[in-house]
């Protein structure tokens, strides 16, 4: 679910009806009621599905990859680095997209963008084409499957709308439990460019059926784009976190990844004063103020740094460091999208009985031990082993996206919700680069304390403890959450009235 979050923003943006006084170009068209309500779900289904399965196809794949291009492995960090800052930049943006060109039309461009830098990512013969590549199908992806999630929102009857959206969430957790698998096979058996192919039939198919079912919905007024802070937010999001992931002795000398990190620390500030002053920033930093999306940003964003940094440095450790090919890595390191499959119909239920703030606070504890638990492993460990403390992790992780992506709107008004998922969208993109980022950085300096160039298996624990200790750092900001902070959305709210309205129904006497 917490793949699916990361989109909603651009998505709610658009979703608005007659706000500052916007309407919709094209209505409902009548043939809506005559087809099948999931065949629009299902059509973005397939933008969801070709970009987690892509996602985690490729994590699997990196030690080919960097081998094929002749690359330190750490190195293959700038490609999951460069989707998910290209992420960042362009979700803000796709919404105004939509309501300036048509959905359906952003949509089908959108599917065009991600596959060609699929097949440039095939044709890659160095890392800077790679990393090239990998940016063009994150703005690819920043587009397809908001908009996508715009149109099932219109074109869905409201009591339909709960299965509608099962029908297109799904695949958010379908593909990361297939990906590592699948990018295993095609990478021991054939070649890791192939692995990239697979996008073609899956966004041809999302083309013709969003052709043949998508309704071009627009709006005939819209809020004017905020060019000056799209270009201040955006350059100084991509030169901040090229800077960092590029520090050491991978493509950039050291003295630009200086640079752009000091471009970076000048233009977010510009950002900042910038969004103070102009009615429509591309991001509101005001909603700051509100403690309990506060909360979620920051909690959230200092957890996710410890999670983003899994999908790179789990497969490292196993082909790199302990000798597996990516067929078996793969088998592997599945397990902990298993788990978050597993988990997801009993995240509700925990939540209800423990409330937001308990079992944040205490969860995020857990899921960092089981993120600290990768750095024991040994090439004997037996991997029955590490599938299950996967699992389980998997499991762990999955009920504090939950949390963190329902508690950030828990205090939001309606009319805030687009600008709110706009900001944790961002947050969210960078978090996760930022954990591949600090996850190299650890590998490259504990290699560098035993005078290294080269990484191995030993080098993987202080890796794994350093991300852990950041993830577990977010307690500090759960802890600050109200201990009824989202009761009426957990639930817990209605189960501690049902006594005193009991009480006051039954019959008195005497």
Not at 390 to 398: A, I, K, N
Request: proline share 5%.
């Amino acid at each position: 679910m917490d793949t699916f979050a990361k989109h909603a923003d651009a998505s709610s943006r658009v979703a608005r009806c007659n706000r500052h006084g916007a309407t919709r170009v094209c209505p409902v068209m009548s043939s809506a009621t005559s087809r099948p309500f999931w065949i629009v779900p299902l059509t973005v289904a397939t933008a969801l599905f070709m970009e987690n399965t892509d996602s985690t196809v490729i994590a699997t794949a990196l030690p080919s990859i960097a081998a094929s291009l002749n690359e330190d492995p750490i190195a293959l960090k700038l490609a999951l680095t460069s989707y998910l800052v290209s992420l960042a930049i362009f979700i803000p943006v796709s919404g105004w997209m939509a309501d300036r060109y048509g959905s359906r039309t952003v949509f089908r461009a959108a599917l065009v963008v991600f596959m060609a830098g699929s097949l440039a990512c095939a044709a890659a013969n160095g890392l800077a084409w790679f990393v090239a590549a990998r940016f063009l199908q994150g703005m690819g992806g920043a587009m397809m499957v908001p908009v996508g999630r715009l149109v099932v929102l219109r074109s869905v009857p409201k009591s339909q709308l709960v299965t509608a959206l099962a029908y297109l969430t799904f695949p958010a957790l379908v593909g990361p439990v297939l990906g590592p698998p699948v990018g295993g096979l095609i990478t021991t058996w054939f070649d890791w460019r192939w692995i990239f192919f697979i996008n073609l039939p899956i966004g041809c198919a999302g083309i013709v059926l969003a052709t043949l079912f998508f309704e071009d919905i627009r709006e005939a007024e819209r809020p004017p784009l905020d060019i000056l802070g799209f270009l201040l937010l955006g350059t100084g999001l991509a030169a901040l976190m090229l800077g960092l992931a590029s520090l050491g002795r991978h493509l950039l000398p050291a003295s630009v990844s200086w640079g752009c990190l000091g471009g970076g620390a000048i233009l977010l500030p510009l950002y900042w004063v910038h969004a103070r002053r102009v009615d429509y920033p591309i991001v509101r930093l005001d909603l700051m103020e509100r403690a309990t999306f506060r909360v979620a940003v920051l909690g959230g964003s200092l957890f996710r740094i410890g999670t983003g940094a899994i999908p790179f440095l789990l497969p490292l450790m196993l082909q790199v460091g302990f000798g597996l090919d990516a067929l078996h890595s793969g088998l592997i390191t599945f397990a902990a999208a298993a788990g978050a499959m597993f988990v997801k119909t009993l995240a509700p239920k925990i939540l209800r009985r423990m409330g937001f703030r308990t079992l944040m606070t205490w969860n995020a504890l857990l899921a960092s031990a089981f993120l600290a638990v990768n750095g024991f492993y040994t090439a004997q460990t037996p991997h029955w082993i590490m599938v299950a403390l996967l699992f389980v992790g998997g499991c762990s992780r999955s009920v504090q996206f939950t949390c963190v992506n329902a508690i950030a709107y828990a205090d939001l008004e309606s009319r805030e919700m687009s600008a709110a998922t706009s900001f944790a969208s961002v947050c969210q993109q960078l978090s996760l680069s930022l954990g591949v980022t600090l996850g190299a950085l650890a590998l490259e300096g504990t290699a560098g304390l035993h005078g290294r160039t080269q990484i191995e298996a030993a080098d993987f624990g202080p890796a794994f403890f350093a991300v852990a200790v950041i993830s577990a750092a977010s307690v500090m900001a759960f802890r600050n959450l109200s201990p009824d902070a989202g009761a009426e959305i957990s639930g817990r709210r209605m189960v501690a009235e049902t006594p005193s309205a009991a009480t006051e129904m039954r019959p008195r006497h005497g």
